[in-house]
């Protein structure tokens, strides 16, 4: 029977057995390879501080408002990293509409060894020849990067400031060096701030000296990093991020920020340097930018970039665990973040 991976309450995973869903028209069975875990959004879910556990999302008014229809445990099949291999395909799917069965996909259809998805959700997501299909689950995670860049607006010799080096610092480190930019890398984890050189940061500093804001001015000659990126979803980071850049410059917040804003004093450098506070998130690309680019362009451009091996996402991949171990996957990630980047689930 097909597997799923679900949270049954907070820091509780477990690998359950589901019955195969019939193929229904207009639609295209695929078999999961490969599942990349999101330590950022999935650990919300498993620690239990999303939004959308406590709160439901009105699209018609963009609010979040007080009811409890939102979320509910047992939470199954979170992710949106996945890769497998089309197995069936429905009579009334034309040719040119999906890949063909055996074809190699990527896409989002969270950590479930096997998934029925419509038709059009695959169309244009044949993993690009050549491309090994563990840097096809980076297909989203890059486009996240990436639009945080894009949000950025980096121009060529301009200083870049990336607070936190995980994946998506990373990625971002590495896209930010392509786009003309210097980067300072920030991060507490040591390990994480090697990568970073290793991706390209011209320099890093240590994020536990509780100095990264007057660091990156020194690094700057005093006059601050043109823009600066953060990634950890940490209010401090963010304050950080907006001590560190110059008058008038700009801060993307791409974390996922939880609770409260402990630590966030909007009133200090915010204020007296005007500093532009920009939100990146993937539901949308920049304003400015919305007549040209869309989703799609975004993950194919990312991919493009693998496969000319501009960026070199399994450079990232620390572990690849059976999905049986899902739940020890979490806890680690959980627990000892330290000793991972980005962690694959291999289906069978």
Not at 111 to 123: F, G, I, Q, T
Not at 336 to 344: F, G, K, N, S, T
Request: with cysteine.
């Amino acid at each position: 029977m097909p597997q799923t991976v679900q949270f049954t309450s907070p820091h509780c995973v477990e690998v359950v057995d589901q019955p195969a869903l019939e193929l229904r028209p207009g639609q295209v069975r695929v078999r999961t390879s490969f599942s990349g875990i999101s330590a950022g959004t999935e650990l919300t879910a498993y620690r239990g501080t999303n939004p959308y556990l406590n709160r439901s999302w009105d699209p018609d008014l963009r609010l979040f408002v007080d009811d409890t229809s939102g979320l509910n445990y047992p939470l199954a099949g979170l992710g949106y990293s996945e890769v497998g291999q089309v197995v069936e395909v429905a009579p009334d799917v034309a040719d040119d509409e999906v890949p063909p069965v055996g074809a190699q996909v990527w896409g989002i259809w969270g950590h479930r060894s096997e998934a029925v998805l419509p038709a059009e959700k695959l169309r244009g997501c044949t993993i690009p020849e050549g491309l090994d299909p563990v840097a096809a689950t980076f297909a989203r995670v890059g486009a996240v990067a990436l639009n945080a860049v894009l949000a950025a607006d980096v121009h060529l010799g301009e200083t870049v400031a990336v607070f936190g080096q995980g994946v998506l610092g990373l990625l971002a480190t590495r896209l930010v060096r392509l786009s003309g930019g210097t980067v300072v890398a920030v991060d507490a984890v040591p390990g994480r701030l090697e990568k970073a050189l290793e991706y390209g940061a011209s320099a890093v500093v240590d994020a536990r000296e509780g100095t990264a804001g007057p660091e990156i001015r020194r690094l700057t000659d005093g006059r601050g990093a043109d823009v600066a990126i953060e990634f950890s979803g940490s209010y401090p980071a963010l304050h950080e991020a907006i001590r560190s850049v110059a008058v008038n410059g700009r801060v993307v917040a791409a974390g996922f920020y939880q609770g409260e804003g402990v630590g966030l004093r909007l009133g200090d450098e915010f204020h007296h340097n005007r500093v532009r506070l920009i939100c990146s998130q993937i539901g949308g690309v920049p304003p400015a930018l919305a007549e040209r680019w869309n989703q799609t362009r975004l993950n194919q451009t990312f991919l493009r970039l693998a496969v000319d091996r501009q960026v070199d996402p399994v450079g990232l991949v620390t572990h690849v665990i059976p999905v049986e171990e899902a739940a020890a996957a979490y806890r680690m990630l959980d627990r000892r973040p330290h000793e991972a980047l980005q962690v694959v689930l291999k289906f069978p």
